[in-house]
């Protein structure tokens, strides 16, 4: 496995539509294994295809495992979802306001409005169809990881965005790393 490189919004690919998954061959099954690598050592919970410079539908999404995390997640923490394809085919009415952040806008974080649960239908790393009912922070990562691929980034949507080094430590502790 490698670890690979994570674009910034200079790079064109990270503000295109990506393409439609086609094919779950060999060159797919590494890409999967090299995105979670990635997203792992960035560290992270969330990673597009697009994000690694390549534009296909595709995103990775692991919430933490630590104790802590496993008291706050329950069964979702650790969990590893690969998916192809992904759509947002319902989500709740209730909006929940959060910090967000991106690996590929190191350094900055945003106030977004996201809904507090989606359903996310697409493909495991197969092909075949899979259903995620996600609520909370998992249901966050979901929908910033599809809006990476239809070229939107969390900067775009968000009330108001600042660097790092303008939160202080007690907001720190709070600040919520998406990607």
């Not at 919970?45 to 999404?61: C, D, E, F, T, Y």
């Not at 209730?94 to 809904?115: K, Q, T």
């Not at 809006?147 to 965005?161: Q, Y």
Request: charged letters at 30%; glycine letters at 6%.
């Amino acid at each position: 496995m490698t670890i690979l490189d994570i674009i910034q919004p200079d790079n064109p690919i990270l503000r295109k539509k990506a393409v439609k998954v086609t094919s779950f061959d060999a060159r797919f099954q590494k890409l999967v294994d090299d995105m979670v690598e990635t997203m792992i050592a960035a560290p992270g919970v969330g990673l597009a295809a697009p994000q690694v410079a390549v534009s296909q539908r595709l995103i990775v999404v692991r919430l933490p495992d630590d104790e802590e995390s496993k008291k706050e997640y329950g069964k979702e923490a650790g969990v590893l979802y690969v998916v192809a394809n992904p759509k947002i085919i319902k989500t709740s009415k209730e909006m929940v306001e959060g910090i967000e952040a991106c690996l590929s806008i190191p350094g900055f974080y945003g106030d977004v409005d996201r809904y507090q649960m989606v359903v996310v239908t697409g493909q495991d790393r197969t092909g075949k169809p899979i259903r995620i009912k996600a609520k909370g922070w998992l249901a966050r990562v979901f929908q910033h990881e599809i809006d990476h691929l239809d070229g939107r980034l969390f900067i775009d949507i968000a009330k108001n965005v600042w660097k790092a080094k303008d939160v202080d430590e007690e907001t720190a502790d709070e600040t919520i790393e998406i990607e």
